[in-house]
């Protein structure tokens, strides 16, 4: 079954920011090969992130996104950089966004 994704606009505007334009593609790429079997890519998060997954994109680039099954859709909350313990870490930046709630996960 294919499934849509929907990337938000902050997670476009997180890649957009990236300097290097190859590794921009190699995540929008990674991001397009969601629409297969999305559950069977990745890890499934905990804690703070619990629904979502993450899946190794360029390197130490990883894209956060969410499965609906019901609606089949992928939805692509962020993409960036890990580094474990700096603020720019991509799973700290998806918490924050989660938690102050500007994100909005349904689709139009």
């Known amino acids: 079954m294919k499934y849509r994704v929907l990337i938000t606009n902050t997670c476009l505007s997180l890649i957009e920011k990236l300097t290097d334009k190859k590794i921009q593609r190699t995540i929008m790429d990674r991001i397009e090969r969601l629409s297969e079997e999305p ?3 990745g890890k ?4 703070d992130l619990s629904g979502f997954r ?5 390197g130490r680039y ?3 996104y969410r499965i609906d099954k019901h ?3 992928v939805y692509v909350l962020a993409a960036g950089i890990r ?3 700096d603020k720019k870490d991509i799973y700290k930046i998806a918490k924050k966004l ?3 709630g500007l994100l909005d996960l349904k689709a139009d």
Request: positive net charge; hydrophobic residues 45%.
């Open 39 to 41: 559950d069977k890519q």
């Open 71 to 73: 609606t089949v859709i």
């Open 98 to 100: 989660l938690s102050a």
């Open 54 to 58: 993450s899946v190794h994109a360029a």
């Open 83 to 85: 580094k474990e313990g």
């Open 62 to 64: 990883r894209v956060i």
């Open 44 to 47: 499934n998060l905990v804690q």
